[in-house]
Each structure stands twice: as structure tokens, then as C-alpha cells.
């Protein structure tokens, strides 16, 4: 009896029977195939023993003992068949030394044995199609390295520290072959582990190596080699990973790998999260483990206070806008009408490094909140400035094309370019709930007298006054403003009441910071367009931080000095400015002050008087010389 275990899905079994006679014993039943399940096959093998115990029971004591000699015989170590005597051989058939028992008896046997080798040939072509989608792949090597991570974080750190281990300081070491891509060699090693590190992974770290899977790696990628592409894709967004293994293949003089991409980026993923890992224990230890820490401390000018410094009119200045380059495409699989649910793979990992607003946080401030208490056109408070920019039409059913998921950033900055917070638009425009939620996080955490400058600044301060947010940023005294550059594009009541040129306490600040932000992080669309959620993250992430620490940050004395000597050539001028004045009979500045509030009063009348019509003279006037036009 044979016993075959098909590779499909089903657990069945085919059992044969068999056709060889013993002499003495009952005549064995023709061949047969089952198909047989495993509570079946246990009972079908119970019967088989039974079988064989009657048929132990019905043979003859020559034939039991003979039995016993064969299986004793075959069982010895030292047995060799070719030895054993009556052994039916070719050449002893060929010479007439033995005769060779030739029936028909065994074609029935041969033709079954055929058909089985033809039925399995058959079932291999006509596999039971896979369902499984493998999403949970990622989340499975995420769980994988997650389980060694406090090991691997430990490891890393010593390598950081102190380098390399010396032979036999952390336990018996462990031989493993694997690949070691540098940046300017690729090589087969043969590495001793030292395995008192903790794990595997915790191994390869100790050595200054970075694994491409949880457990066994085909590839590792040294630490320089992944620092390396790390700040050379900061400085250029436009590098991309694959770039970068392409050219490691060109300088390693090896054709390139269609899969070499995947590699370098699951280990890079690892390596990141083991710096992130890193910073935050520092930061714990030093009393930093707030994740508003590095908001209310990135920027020195804005945060740092003197002892006996005066109070300004704005204690801070912010500028804030969105962004719809950074969109990202949603993987969808195919549907009946139009794109389907989506298939993207499940991932959980986390990058917002303190940069990024919780979505849940967000969402307090959506639509079905702000229906109630947004502006409309039948309570007085029509904005002048409604046609003329498109982020003020629509806010609060704005919505953006389907196939994207992410459809932009709204980023907040302050007046020195420093990231304070950052929030992606989902599947929308500019709506109304990504500054409420930014206003709301600047009022937890810098207090009062905050000057927020928006190019939509004269919209968004009807709104913020109409919100739950109103009486606590009234009482702030937080102002909304517009910057100098979308200034000029506004209604011009809306110049004199928000433009940075107008407002008292603002000096030469422009308020335009995000955009020059903008025209640099452009160059990130093109590595997040199609990327993973976690990956855009860490993407944008990765670069505002990096622009903080190394431009930012290294520029600051550069521009506060900048900023200075553009004030002293202003105040150069000053005499010019008075001589203009005498010559037109202004005593003081305050006659400016007083002239741009009577041009204020009267817009605000021009305008309310705009929208009805008026029974005065003029207004007859007209009328008549409309008939009298219309009788000609």
C-alpha cells in the first residue's frame, strides 16, 4: 500500500491497493483508488492492521518464520542484497539460472499506476487558484522586527558608541554567510556573530550592519552606506532609492537586481526607526519627552525670553498655507464602476516625529461641526474677496479627484522658517478644519498675542470669530493677517483692515515664509506621489527636519542679522521722509494713521452701500437718462 499527499488544499489522501499474492493467505482484492479524508484514512488504516493480523494468523510456521529471517535479515546493518541468495537478477533470468514469473496479472497494475501519474500531472496543471491578497505582509515583517527592537535598539547604540566589538566580548560567536553591500564594494562574507547581543538582527547591528529581513537576510547593508543616501535624498528629493541601487551596481561592477530596491528600503525603513528610536531616549532622559517639546523650542528668536525684555505688540508671528503638490495616489484594485476598495498593504508605523497633527485631532473641527458656524450669504458677514480666491469658494464641501488619498499639506511656520506643525488634507481642498485645528494647537501652546498670517487671512478671521474656537482666540488677542505677496491680490478693504503693510507691530515681516518653504519642498513630489502612507510621511518628515536643523537653524544669525541692517538703511531715510512731509504740510506720522482709518470707514460704507440701492438724486438722475436713451 502506497499513501500520496496532494499539494492542494483539501487535506484527501489517494490510497492504493495492491496485487502481489502471498502463498498461504488470503487472495488480495484488486487494485483501487480512494480518496480518503483524515478521520477516513485513520479508520481505513485501523482495517489494514486488522488485515494483516488474519493474515499472520492463516500462514503457515515455515512461512512465518521465513518472513521473520527476510525482515531480521533486512534490517541488519552489515546486509547487502546483492549476496542474498535466490535474489531474482537480470543476468540470472538471461542465462536460465532463475525463472521470472511474467503474467498478465501485473498490466492491470501498470495501466492503474499510469492513469494516477497522468490524474496528478493533470491536477498540478489545474492548481486551485490563491485568493490570498498577502497584505499583511509588511505588517508582519513591521511585528517581526518590532519583537527584537529593544535588543536591536541596544545593539545600535553600542555600535554607535564604541564600534565594533573584539573577539569573544559578547558571547560565543555564531558563523552566517550572508551578503555585505558597502558603499563602494559588494562581497559574500562569512560573519561571526556574536550572539550575546540578543537575536539576530541585534547580531548583524553590533557589527555595524543593517539587516534587509527580521530573520534571515540574504542582503545587509552597512550603516555608512544607508547615512550616506539619508542626507544625499535630503539635499535632493529627487534621488531616489532606486537611483541609488542602481548606482551602488554600477560601482560594484555588478548587473543590477530588479528586487535590489526592496532590500535598501526595508532596511533603510529599520535604520530610521533606530535613529528615531535613539533621539527619543535622549530626549527622555533630558526631561524633553513632551511631543510639543521640539514646537515650543526649534525656533530660538520666537521662544527664547529675556529678563527685562519689553513686550511686543505680537509676542509671536506664524504664517500658514496649503500645499497640493504632496498629494498620494490610493491603490485601489479594479471595481465595476470606476476604481475599487483599495488594496493597499496594512502598515501601523508612525513617523510624525512631533511635526504632524493626529488626524483624530483634526477631525473634531469637520464638517459636521462647522455647518452650523461658518459664514453664509444671508447674515451680513459676505467676504469682498469671495470670487477672487478659489481656497474661499466651496470650503467646507471642497473635495479633491478620487484617486488620491492624501491630497496635499497644510504646514505652519514661523516668521523665522522654522516647522512648527504640519497636517495632510485628506481627500479635500484648503477646508476650514486645518487652520481651526492649527489655531487651536498655537492657543494651547504659545498663548497670547499671536499674529498668524494666512492668504486667506480676511476669510478665515470670520470664520475663527463664528467657531467654538472665537472667545478663546478673541481673549488671546490672536490676530489673522494677510502676507504682503497675496495682499495685493485681495479687495482693497481687505488690504487696509489685514495686510502686513498696514499692521502696527510687524515692521519688514513679510509673512510669506511658507511659500518660499514650498518652492523648495516641491521637490518631494515626485518620491511620495505613489509611496505608502507611513513612507510620504517619512519622507516630508525627514526633510522639514533636516531643513530645520542644518539650514534653518545654521541661517538664523545670517537672517536676523539681514533683517537689521534692512531696518537701519530704513531709518537712514528718515529724514528724506520728514523733508516730504514738511513739504506737505504733515506735522507727524499720525495724520497717516488717521488717513488710513477714514479710508477704512469709508470702504466699509462704499461697500455696504453696494449692496442696496438707494432712492438719491443720483440715483434718479441716472434713471432718467435711461428712459430718455431708451425713447430714442
Given at each position: 500500500?502506497?499513501?500520496?499527499?496532494?499539494?492542494?488544499?483539501?487535506?484527501?489522501?489517494?490510497?492504493l491497493?495492491?496485487?502481489t499474492?502471498v502463498?498461504?493467505?488470503?487472495?488480495?482484492?484488486?487494485?483501487k483508488k480512494?480518496?480518503?479524508?483524515?478521520?477516513k484514512l485513520?479508520?481505513?488504516q485501523?482495517?489494514?492492521a486488522?488485515?494483516?493480523?488474519?493474515?499472520?494468523d492463516?500462514m503457515s510456521?515455515?512461512?512465518?518464520?521465513?518472513?521473520?529471517?527476510?525482515?531480521?535479515?533486512a534490517?541488519?546493518p552489515?546486509f547487502?542484497?546483492s549476496?542474498?541468495?535466490d535474489?531474482?537478477?537480470v543476468a540470472?533470468v538471461?542465462?536460465g539460472?532463475h525463472e521470472a514469473?511474467?503474467?498478465h496479472?501485473g498490466?492491470?497494475?501498470?495501466g492503474?499506476?499510469l492513469?494516477d501519474?497522468?490524474?496528478?500531472t493533470?491536477?498540478a496543471?489545474?492548481?486551485?487558484?490563491d485568493t490570498?491578497?498577502r497584505?499583511?505582509?509588511?505588517?508582519?515583517?513591521n511585528?517581526a522586527?518590532?519583537?527584537?527592537?529593544?535588543?536591536m535598539?541596544?545593539a545600535y547604540?553600542a555600535?554607535?558608541?564604541?564600534?565594533k566589538?573584539?573577539e569573544g566580548?559578547e558571547?560565543q560567536?555564531?558563523?552566517y554567510?550572508?551578503?555585505v553591500?558597502?558603499l563602494?564594494t559588494e562581497q559574500?562574507?562569512?560573519?561571526?556573530?556574536?550572539?550575546?547581543?540578543?537575536?539576530?538582527?541585534?547580531?548583524l547591528?553590533?557589527l555595524g550592519?543593517?539587516?534587509?529581513?527580521?530573520?534571515?537576510?540574504t542582503?545587509?547593508?552597512?550603516m555608512a552606506?544607508?547615512d550616506?543616501?539619508r542626507v544625499s535624498h535630503a539635499?535632493?528629493?529627487?534621488?531616489?532609492?532606486y537611483?541609488?541601487?542602481k548606482?551602488?551596481?554600477?560601482?560594484?561592477?555588478v548587473?543590477?537586481?530588479?528586487?535590489?530596491?526592496?532590500?535598501?528600503?526595508?532596511?533603510?525603513d529599520?535604520y530610521l526607526d533606530?535613529?528615531?528610536?535613539t533621539?527619543?531616549q535622549?530626549?527622555?532622559?533630558?526631561?524633553?519627552?513632551d511631543p510639543?517639546?521640539?514646537?515650543?523650542?526649534?525656533?530660538?528668536?520666537?521662544?527664547?525670553?529675556?529678563?527685562?525684555?519689553?513686550?511686543?505688540?505680537?509676542?509671536m508671528?506664524?504664517?500658514m498655507?496649503?500645499?497640493d503638490s504632496?498629494?498620494r495616489v490610493?491603490?485601489?484594485?479594479?471595481g465595476d464602476?470606476g476604481?475599487?476598495?483599495t488594496?493597499?498593504?496594512?502598515?501601523?508605523?508612525?513617523?510624525?516625529?512631533?511635526?504632524?497633527?493626529?488626524?483624530?485631532?483634526?477631525d473634531e473641527?469637520a464638517?459636521r461641526?462647522?455647518?452650523?458656524?461658518l459664514?453664509?450669504d444671508?447674515?451680513?458677514a459676505e467676504n469682498?474677496c469671495?470670487e477672487?480666491w478659489?481656497?474661499?469658494?466651496?470650503?467646507?464641501t471642497?473635495?479633491?479627484?478620487?484617486i488620491?488619498?492624501?491630497t496635499?499639506?497644510?504646514?505652519?511656520?514661523c516668521?523665522?522658517?522654522f516647522?512648527?506643525?504640519?497636517v495632510?488634507?485628506l481627500r479635500?481642498?484648503e477646508?476650514s478644519?486645518?487652520?481651526l485645528a492649527?489655531?487651536e494647537?498655537?492657543?494651547?501652546?504659545?498663548?497670547?498675542?499671536i499674529?498668524?498670517?494666512?492668504?486667506?487671512?480676511?476669510?478665515?478671521?470670520?470664520t475663527?470669530d463664528?467657531s467654538?474656537?472665537g472667545?478663546?482666540?478673541?481673549?488671546?488677542?490672536l490676530?489673522?493677517?494677510?502676507g504682503?505677496f497675496?495682499?495685493h491680490a485681495?479687495?482693497r478693504?481687505c488690504?487696509v483692515?489685514?495686510?502686513?503693510?498696514?499692521?502696527k507691530?510687524?515692521g519688514i515681516?513679510?509673512l510669506?515664509g511658507c511659500?518660499?518653504?514650498?518652492?523648495?519642498s516641491?521637490?518631494?513630489a515626485?518620491?511620495?506621489?505613489?509611496a505608502s502612507?507611513f513612507h510620504?510621511q517619512q519622507?516630508?518628515?525627514?526633510?522639514?527636519?533636516?531643513?530645520?536643523?542644518y539650514d534653518v537653524?545654521?541661517?538664523l544669525a545670517?537672517f536676523?542679522c539681514s533683517?537689521y541692517?534692512?531696518?537701519?538703511k530704513?531709518?537712514?531715510?528718515?529724514?528724506i521722509?520728514r523733508?516730504?512731509?514738511?513739504?506737505?504740510?504733515?506735522?507727524?506720522?499720525?495724520?497717516f494713521v488717521?488717513?488710513l482709518a477714514d479710508?477704512?470707514?469709508?470702504?466699509?460704507e462704499?461697500w455696504?452701500s453696494?449692496?442696496?440701492v438707494?432712492d438719491t438724486p443720483?440715483t434718479r438722475?441716472?434713471?432718467?437718462?435711461?428712459?430718455e436713451?431708451?425713447d430714442?
Open positions: 500500500m502506497s499513501i500520496r499527499r496532494f499539494k492542494g488544499r483539501s487535506r484527501t489522501w489517494q490510497v491497493g495492491s496485487t499474492g502463498d498461504d493467505c488470503a487472495p488480495a482484492p484488486p487494485v480512494l480518496r480518503l479524508g483524515p478521520m485513520a479508520q481505513y485501523d482495517n489494514r486488522i488485515q494483516r493480523k488474519e493474515t499472520w492463516v510456521t515455515t512461512n512465518r518464520q521465513n518472513l521473520l529471517a527476510l525482515q531480521e535479515m534490517a541488519a552489515e547487502d542484497a549476496n542474498a541468495p535474489l531474482l537478477t540470472g538471461l542465462d539460472t514469473q511474467i503474467s496479472a498490466g492491470d497494475h501498470g492503474e499506476t492513469e501519474i497522468i490524474e496528478l493533470e491536477r496543471r489545474t492548481r486551485c487558484k490570498r491578497t497584505r499583511d505582509r509588511t505588517q508582519k515583517r511585528d522586527f518590532a519583537a527584537q527592537m529593544p535588543s535598539l541596544k547604540s555600535f554607535r558608541a564604541r564600534g566589538p573584539d566580548d558571547g560567536p555564531e558563523l554567510q550572508v551578503t553591500i558597502d563602494f559574500s562574507e562569512t560573519l561571526s556573530l556574536p550572539l550575546g547581543c540578543g537575536g539576530f538582527s541585534a547580531a547591528l553590533r550592519l543593517v539587516p534587509s529581513a527580521p530573520w534571515t537576510p542582503f545587509v547593508f552597512t552606506t544607508l550616506f543616501y539635499r535632493c528629493p529627487q534621488f531616489s532609492i537611483a541609488f541601487t548606482t551602488l551596481a554600477d560601482l560594484h561592477g548587473p543590477v537586481r530588479s528586487t535590489m530596491h526592496q532590500h535598501f528600503s526595508i532596511a533603510l529599520l533606530l535613529r528615531r528610536r533621539e527619543l535622549v530626549l527622555t532622559h533630558l526631561g524633553r519627552e510639543a517639546w521640539r514646537m515650543k523650542n526649534c525656533c530660538p528668536a520666537c521662544s527664547y525670553r529675556l529678563e527685562g525684555e519689553d513686550e511686543l505688540i505680537f509676542s508671528l506664524v504664517t498655507d496649503g500645499n504632496l498629494k490610493l491603490r485601489r484594485g479594479p464602476d476604481p475599487g476598495e488594496n493597499e498593504r496594512w502598515d501601523d508605523r508612525d513617523a510624525s516625529d512631533g511635526y504632524y497633527l493626529p488626524r483624530a485631532q483634526v473641527w464638517r461641526r462647522l455647518a452650523n458656524i459664514p453664509s444671508d447674515n451680513g469682498p469671495k477672487r478659489k481656497n474661499m469658494l466651496n470650503d467646507v471642497a473635495k479633491m479627484w478620487g488620491f488619498d492624501e496635499g499639506l497644510f504646514l505652519c511656520l516668521r523665522h522658517g516647522a512648527l506643525v504640519m495632510d488634507m479635500s481642498g477646508l478644519k486645518y487652520p492649527v489655531v494647537h498655537l492657543l494651547k501652546h504659545f498663548g497670547v498675542d499674529g498668524v498670517g494666512y492668504d486667506i487671512g480676511c476669510h478665515f478671521c470670520t475663527l463664528k467654538e474656537l472667545p478663546k482666540a478673541c481673549e488671546a488677542r490676530r489673522c493677517l494677510v504682503s497675496h495682499g485681495h479687495n478693504l488690504q483692515c489685514f495686510l502686513a503693510l498696514y499692521v507691530g510687524l515681516e513679510d510669506e511659500e518660499r518653504r514650498f518652492s523648495r516641491n521637490a518631494l515626485g518620491c511620495s506621489r505613489r502612507r510620504r519622507e516630508i518628515t525627514g526633510y522639514f527636519k533636516h531643513m530645520d536643523d537653524y545654521a541661517s545670517t536676523l533683517n541692517e534692512q531696518s537701519l530704513i531709518l537712514d531715510d528718515e529724514p521722509v523733508q516730504m512731509m514738511r513739504d506737505e504740510d504733515v506735522v507727524d506720522g499720525e495724520e488717521q488717513a479710508e477704512t470707514v469709508y470702504l466699509q462704499l455696504k453696494s449692496k442696496k438707494e443720483e438722475y441716472v434713471a432718467c437718462l435711461v428712459a436713451s431708451a430714442l
